[in-house]
């Protein structure tokens, strides 16, 4: 099997694996311990966080993939704006941290900037979208929000990702 047809086959799986990630968190009764609209965890974001290290072509393929399976599954064309807005910031928030910072950083803190980065641009896409500042008094939680899960990421992909690269290593990906 050629390169690129393993390229496009692995990073198929890894689209499918992060959906299956959001379809979890979709049946999770989340909203209900923390009243924030649109909160969720971004347990998803692992497995693009987990490819920047390894193919960041791929990563970006997995997060345009999984952004938008996830809208047509679980949303409409406005999550699929809000997403994507969040997901292209935190994206290239992380990829610029890394690449200044690539000796200092760890997964984690690349994990909460990404978390942060994600809320502030749907943030901004809301803002936009609707006009008006009535929206800036959720940018604190938002934040707030956005740094605890980017922290649990972290520690769920420093706690997953040996067996990941291990399972890799046996599939040839």
Request: aromatic letters at 10%; a positive charge.
């Amino acid at each position: 099997m050629g390169s690129r047809v393993r390229w496009m086959i692995g990073t198929a799986l890894f689209c499918v694996l992060a959906s299956g990630l959001s379809y979890l968190e979709f049946l999770l009764p989340i909203n209900a311990a923390v009243p924030i609209p649109g909160f969720k965890l971004g347990l998803s974001n692992a497995i693009v966080l987990f490819l920047l290290h390894r193919d960041r072509r791929q990563a970006f393929a997995v997060l345009l993939g999984k952004t938008a399976l996830t809208a047509l599954l679980f949303g409409g064309a406005t999550s699929f704006v809000f997403s994507l807005c969040g997901a292209l910031l935190s994206f290239f928030g992380m990829l610029a941290l890394d690449f200044l910072l690539a000796e200092h950083i760890t997964d984690l803190s690349l994990s909460c900037a990404g978390g942060v980065l994600h809320n502030l641009g749907q943030l901004c896409a809301a803002i936009a979208f609707m006009g008006g500042k009535a929206l800036l008094p959720y940018a604190t939680p938002l934040m707030l929000a956005g740094l605890c899960c980017g922290a649990v990421i972290g520690l769920f992909l420093n706690t997953f990702s040996e067996r990941m690269n291990g399972v890799l290593a046996k599939l040839r990906f």
